[in-house]
């Protein structure tokens, strides 16, 4: 089993609706959570970091973090073409381990 | 917030050449850098752990020899690809973690290598 779990999509939401991200992680010690979003070509760019249970917003992102079922989960508000990138998760604990990436399209 | 650079953003080499690639954490320091390789739609690939002062760890299936990691700094990090042929062209992107923050790591901007 992979440390970090993401659906590597992709998917494909239309402008002005709400993505949902999701990603599972394997180590119950994990403590710190992030999102990265990538453009194509360029390297990841740190997005949204979450250390508690519950939710957590920032302009039209919200990081959502269960730790008893142990899923971490990133909401687009409003998307935008804009947003259309590959998403990584990445958890911390004894080490830090990304995900794979989910590819999002917002459809104009 | 927390900048990390990358030197050279790109370069194109001969065959059978070394290429050197410096990452730097501007304003923070930082005592743990990762180097990572990313072929065209593929995923991340973490190929070393630098931690400054020691010897870098290096991921399974990735020569140490052919990849020389030096952390001399706790701003510097270096990978030189040594005699680079043209499957070591790639896209590789450094990164550095801040701990006196959360502890994310920060990306440079990353180095595209083209062997000839």
């Known amino acids: 089993q992979k440390e970090v779990e993401q659906n590597s999509g992709p998917l494909s939401v239309p402008e002005g609706a709400i993505a949902s991200l999701n990603c599972t992680y394997s180590?119950?010690?994990?403590?710190?959570f992030f999102w990265y979003r990538q453009y194509s070509g360029k390297s990841p760019e740190l997005i949204m970091s979450i250390y508690s249970n519950g939710d957590k917003e920032d302009g039209r992102f919200t990081a959502q973090l269960n730790k008893a079922s142990q899923y971490v989960s990133l909401l687009i508000r409003d998307s935008q073409p804009s947003d259309s990138a590959t998403y990584l998760c990445a958890v911390t604990g004894n080490q830090f381990y990304f995900g794979t990436g989910t590819s999002l399209t917002v459809i104009p | 917030g927390a900048v990390v650079s990358q030197h050279p953003s790109w370069v194109i080499c001969k065959s059978g050449t070394s290429v050197k690639i410096e990452c730097r954490s501007l304003?923070?320091?930082?005592?743990?850098m990762f180097w990572y390789r990313q072929f065209p739609k593929q995923s991340l690939m973490l190929m070393a752990t630098s931690n400054e002062g020691s010897k870098a760890t290096y991921e399974q299936g990735v020569e140490k020899d052919k990849f020389l990691i030096n952390h001399a700094s706790l701003t510097l990090s270096t990978l030189t690809v040594t005699s680079a042929h043209p499957e070591d062209s790639s896209f590789y992107i450094c990164?550095?973690?801040?701990?006196?923050?959360?502890?994310?790591?920060?990306f440079g901007p990353g180095t595209r290598l083209t062997v000839l």
């Open positions: 990164s550095a973690r801040d701990l006196t923050s959360g502890g994310e790591q920060f």
């Open positions: 180590d119950r010690v994990s403590q710190s």
């Open positions: 304003d923070f320091q930082a005592t743990t």
